[in-house]
């Protein structure tokens, strides 16, 4: 019913920069809290950084200062640009997004994810 589709991953030295993004289609009425999530080998999935319909951010406490994450409501896509990237950046990131299908039902979907690997 609804896919999230990533792009940007890749392959980065240390102290660069990424922008990744993510948009949204199929059956969508309305999106609400948007995010970005990564999981490394061998460990759990986390947040990076969320951001609601409104704007409003948060950020996990090791990539503030140096991710920012941005919508556009007009086109469903979420991005997250990456600035001053370090190795222990390494994981999948994931897009997630709570989306209303329609009156009264909302459901959290995920996209398949997008590799990024910080490494000289």
């Known amino acids: 019913q609804v896919q999230l589709v990533e792009s940007g991953g890749g392959l980065v030295q240390p102290g660069g920069s990424l922008r990744l993004s993510c948009a949204a289609s199929?059956?969508?009425?309305?999106?609400?809290?948007m995010g970005w999530y990564r999981q490394a080998p061998g460990k759990e999935r986390d947040l990076v950084a969320g951001i609601t319909s409104g704007g409003s951010t948060n950020y996990a406490d090791s990539v503030k200062g140096r991710f920012t994450i941005s919508r556009d409501n007009a086109k469903n896509t979420v991005y997250l640009q990456m600035s001053s990237l370090k190795p222990e950046d390494t994981a999948v990131y994931y897009c997630?997004?709570?989306?209303?299908?329609?009156?009264?039902?909302?459901?959290?979907?995920w996209g398949q994810g997008t590799q990024v690997t910080v490494s000289s």
């Open positions: 997630n997004a709570d989306v209303t299908i329609r009156f009264g039902v909302t459901i959290g979907a």
């Open positions: 199929g059956r969508i009425f309305s999106i609400n809290n």
